[in-house]
């Protein structure tokens, strides 16, 4: 076990060359989410080291990223269509869809699943963003495109090609 005394008591020896040290601790963290850990220092030998900041992403076992996909695969402008966002394990309290000039919001509804299967609980919850498409281009739907999603939640975008 190394302590801050036996560090103290030998110290690094002089030297005109880089020296590492690596120090290694465990953390525990609860709450799922982005964490900084850092940076943190050290005294040896009367030197202050002090190490790097590091940002870790902690989800829960129980808590999977949405999936995000499109009702329809072919939109024309003046369609009706949807972005479907599901998440499994929680829910979201006010979601909304960020203003994007390709499409008019029509807002989100939600519907919610529970199934209990031996004991055990899962739920999953499915948001649907009823949406216009007012101009031809491409849709691109990525976290960014929604308020009120967790930080720790991602997923990659996905685009959908608005035709005249």
């Known amino acids: 076990m190394i302590t801050p005394d036996s560090l103290l008591s030998s110290p690094f020896p002089e030297t005109t060359s880089d020296t590492e040290f690596v120090c290694r601790f465990r953390v525990r963290i609860g709450d799922p989410g982005e964490h900084?850990?850092?940076p943190y220092s050290l005294k040896v030998a009367g030197k202050v080291l002090q190490s790097n900041r590091k940002t870790i992403?902690?989800?829960?076992?129980?808590?999977?990223?949405?999936?995000?996909?499109?009702?329809?695969a072919?939109?024309?402008?003046?369609s009706e269509f949807s972005v479907v966002l599901v998440t499994k394990g929680k829910t979201i309290d006010g979601?909304?869809?960020?203003?994007?000039?390709?499409?008019?919001?029509?807002?989100?509804?939600?519907?919610?699943?529970?199934?209990?299967?031996?004991?055990?609980?899962?739920?999953?919850?499915?948001?649907?963003?009823?949406l216009t498409a007012l101009k031809?281009?491409?849709?691109?739907?990525?976290?960014?495109?929604?308020?009120?999603?967790?930080?720790?939640?991602?997923?990659?975008?996905?685009?959908l090609q608005i035709r005249k």
């Open 36 to 38: 900084v850990l850092g």
């Open 57 to 72: 992403r902690v989800i829960s076992s129980d808590v999977a990223d949405p999936e995000v996909s499109f009702d329809r």
């Open 74 to 78: 072919d939109v024309a402008v003046g």
């Open 95 to 130: 979601i909304k869809w960020r203003d994007n000039p390709l499409v008019k919001n029509g807002g989100v509804t939600t519907s919610m699943n529970m199934n209990i299967v031996e004991g055990k609980t899962s739920t999953a919850a499915t948001y649907k963003v009823s």
């Open 136 to 159: 031809a281009g491409v849709l691109e739907v990525s976290p960014s495109s929604f308020d009120g999603l967790p930080s720790a939640w991602k997923f990659g975008a996905i685009k």
